[in-house]
């Protein structure tokens, strides 16, 4: 048995954790060998000092201190909820505790909910879809107050449909109108926006497809398109719009309607674009072969005497002096 | 384990405080001695017992009553000694490291380099006190094995149970733990 092997063993026996086999091998092998007695000796001394070394069992007032510690810490632990029991004892703080406040809480959104409701959501329901058939076009003159938008496909219109909204005011459902710009009803409205817009840009838009549809010969010179160009033409508070309308109505039949349109314009306009327009309308008349009367005569005499702009004071003295 | 400490187990995993605690005064005083004799410290042995019994605690919704609640518990506290170990040595060497050296922490391996004299150490009377300093200077396994069989008087078997290791590691820990104790203690006795 080599010394380390010995030691060992020697610590086993010490230790009491020796077979009996053991035990009397090394009790033979330490009574044999000095060298061995020695360093068991040496062992069995340090052994004796390390249990002799035991520290003294605890004091009673230690473990009575560290107990009550010890049940404080314990019930503050108890005390402490989990994320459930937190979210429970919330809803239970709430419903059972507060129950008044919950309860006016939840009346307070249900009345939110209710006000909303009429406020809101039943003057912005969807648009009802329609199409020609269903509109009648007599009554067209209704809808057309209540035109609320226009969709037209931009840039300037060449194919597709436009989108009328008529109504939606007043909580009742709005309609919405699809057709192509040679549909009557499309015709009417986009006269109709051309006076009730405000939107300048949807206007020269709207006017553009409107010629656009004269110059294919889709368009029927209807009444109101012409009425409501005419206004444009007179009243609109931009000029681009007001010269697109005219030019528009240069491509409709003439008419006393339109012939005094032009001189209203030619009299009263402040740009002298719009006056320069509509002498050139006049003018174009008579290239056409059509007669000046005297009421036109009577306004270019005045603008040839006159008016501001030396184009169209020559201009209209040109015109009285071909026509005589 | 006896019906009681089942009953007891069952009862405190309802809720019931009254039966935690009977069940704490039960095995408390085993559990304390254990940190005392690890710790040589009143006070750590205070902090290792409350930290035990927390996690008892805490633990006890979960137990399966899969080994003895004894067993179980000494597993937390040797656990809880180990860690505690460990956590002040980390401890200690932050405080040489700033410069807070206090004489009573001071290891045995620090005051005594290399092999004591015997005339430097007056023989037998401050015997203990050098063995706790020894003790210090052991890797907190070993100084759990070392204790659990010296001063608890547990058999290497229990100690491989609660230690939860072989029995040919626990003989390991004892060896080598006796024989660095020797080499320090050279020339004391």
Redesign the interface.
């Known amino acids: 048995m080599n010394k380390e092997k010995f030691?060992?063993l020697a610590?086993?026996y010490l230790?009491n954790?020796l077979e009996d086999d053991k035990r009397i091998e090394l009790e033979n092998l330490i009574m044999e060998n000095d060298e061995l007695r020695k360093e068991f000796e040496s062992?069995k001394?340090?052994?004796e000092?390390?249990?002799s070394?035991?520290?003294a069992?605890?004091?009673e007032k230690?473990?009575v201190?560290?107990?009550n510690?010890?049940?404080r810490?314990?019930?503050n632990?108890?005390a402490k909820l989990t994320p459930k029991e937190k979210i429970l004892e919330w809803l239970k703080n709430i419903f059972v505790v507060n129950y008044k406040l919950s309860f006016g809480s939840l009346t307070l959104v249900f009345v939110g909910i209710f006000v909303g409701y009429f406020l809101f959501y039943r003057s912005s329901s969807l648009p009802v879809a329609t199409n020609s058939k269903s509109v009648d076009l007599d009554n067209v003159q209704s809808y057309e107050t209540k035109i609320s938008n226009i969709k037209i496909p931009n840039p300037f219109f060449e194919g597709g449909d436009i989108e009328v909204l008529f109504g939606g005011v007043g909580g009742t459902s709005p309609i919405s109108y699809k057709g192509s710009a040679d549909d009557p009803v499309i015709q009417r409205a986009l006269a109709t926006a051309l006076t009730t817009q405000q939107n300048p840009g949807l206007k020269l838009l709207t006017v553009n497809t409107i010629a656009s549809q004269i110059e294919l010969d889709r368009i029927i010179p209807d009444p109101k398109v012409k009425a409501a160009l005419i206004t444009a033409m007179k009243t609109d508070k931009n000029p681009a719009v007001r010269k697109e309308a005219l030019n528009v109505l240069v491509k409709f039949p003439f008419d006393q309607e339109i012939r005094d349109a032009y001189l209203y314009v030619l009299s009263n306009d402040g740009n002298s674009g719009l006056r320069v327009a509509a002498i050139n309308a006049l003018a174009n008349l008579k290239v056409q072969g059509a007669s000046l009367d005297d009421k036109i005569i009577n306004v270019l005499n005045r603008k040839a005497e006159n008016d501001e702009s030396d184009f169209i004071r020559l201009r209209a003295a040109s015109l009285v002096k071909e026509v005589k | 384990m006896s019906l009681s400490d089942n009953q007891l187990i069952q009862n405190a995993q309802k809720g019931d405080m009254a039966a935690f605690e009977r069940l704490v005064y039960k095995y408390d005083r085993h559990v304390l001695n254990m940190a005392k004799s690890f710790r040589n410290s009143d006070d750590d042995a205070k902090d290792i017992y409350q930290e035990v019994f927390i996690r008892v605690y805490r633990g006890l919704k979960s137990f399966q009553f899969k080994s003895e609640f004894s067993t179980w518990l000494y597993r937390i506290t040797a656990n809880v000694c180990i860690t505690y170990q460990n956590k002040r040595k980390q401890h200690d060497s932050i405080d040489r490291e700033i410069g807070i050296n206090d004489e009573d922490r001071t290891t045995f391996a620090d005051q005594l380099p290399g092999e004591l004299r015997t005339d430097d150490s007056a023989v037998g009377s401050d015997l203990s006190k050098h063995i706790n300093r020894a003790l210090e200077t052991l890797p907190p396994q070993q100084k759990m094995a070392f204790t659990l069989k010296y001063y608890q008087d547990y058999k290497i078997k229990e100690i491989a149970d609660i230690m939860q290791c072989n029995e040919g590691t626990i003989k390991r820990y004892l060896f080598t733990a006796t024989n660095r104790m020797r080499e320090r203690l050279k020339g004391i006795r």
């Open positions: 030691l060992e610590q086993l230790m954790e062992y001394q340090m052994h000092a390390f249990t070394n035991r520290p069992e605890i004091d230690l473990l201190a560290v107990r510690d010890l049940m810490s314990v019930r632990e108890a």
